[in-house]
């Protein structure tokens, strides 16, 4: 079982709708969470981080977080074609010293 | 403020050679991550720097990979010799001091793409 899980995808969202993407991790001391978007031949962007409970939300973008259940998401609403990339989770323990990712889920907005 | 320097972009090397990468990361952040990434997936770490001190070095295949950041600001990794597996994205992430933020953002340079013949 891998430690953090996505779904591959492609997750396919028209223009204008929300893009909901899921993570789960096994780790149940991990402390910090990341959403880092990557478009197809280039470098992971840090788009969301959260530390804690809840949701934060920053512009298009909310993240949500389950340590309970161990699981974060990221909302994207009124997606646009350039939000089209693969979307990483990342989880890591205190300090954020280990990054652990997922292996992406892919997302298509379709004007 | 620069972000976080590699080269070079890309690399195509024939098996048995070695190859080496350069990272500068971010002024001021004294944490430096080499990841590989392969097609299709996340990255994987393979050392962390605290300073010039690599403290998580475990996933770094050590017969055929070294890394060092001499003077705790740059770093090199190299690869010698190279075999086909090692095909991949080599990214360099660098992580400053989360002082009274509370933040553990890790931003990532470029990455070098190496392709072995």
């Known amino acids: 079982q891998k430690e953090v899980e996505q779904n591959s995808g492609p997750l396919s969202v028209p223009e204008g709708a929300i893009a909901s993407l899921n993570c789960t991790y096994s780790?149940?001391?991990?402390?910090?969470f990341f959403w880092y978007r990557q478009y197809s031949g280039k470098s992971p962007e840090l788009i969301m981080s959260?530390?804690?409970?809840g949701d934060k939300e920053d512009g298009r973008f909310t993240a949500q977080l389950n340590k309970a259940s161990q699981y974060v998401s990221l909302l994207i609403r009124d997606s646009q074609p350039s939000d089209s990339a693969t979307y990483l989770c990342?989880?890591?323990?205190?300090?954020?010293?280990?990054?652990?990712f997922g292996g992406g889920t892919r997302v298509l907005v379709k004007p | 403020e620069a972000g976080v320097v590699q080269s070079p972009r890309y690399k195509i090397i024939e098996k048995k050679q070695p190859v080496a990468f350069w990272c500068n990361p971010i002024?001021?952040?004294?944490?430096l991550y080499w990841y590989r990434q392969n097609l299709g997936q996340g990255p994987e770490l393979l050392i962390r720097?605290?300073?010039?001190?690599?403290?998580?070095d475990s996933q770094l295949p050590k017969d055929r990979f070294s890394a060092e950041r001499l003077k705790g600001v740059d770093s090199t990794l190299k690869i010698q010799p190279a075999e086909l597996g090692d095909s991949a994205v080599y990214l360099c992430?660098?992580?400053?001091?989360?002082?009274?933020?509370?933040?553990?953002?890790?931003?990532f340079g470029p990455g070098t793409r190496l392709t072995v013949l």
């Open positions: 990342a989880v890591s323990g205190a300090a954020g010293n280990k990054l652990t």
């Open positions: 959260i530390y804690s409970n």
């Open positions: 720097y605290e300073n010039e001190e690599a403290v998580d």
């Open positions: 992430a660098s992580k400053g001091d989360s002082g009274t933020s509370g933040t553990y953002e890790q931003f």
């Open positions: 002024s001021g952040h004294n944490t």
């Open positions: 780790d149940r001391g991990s402390q910090s």
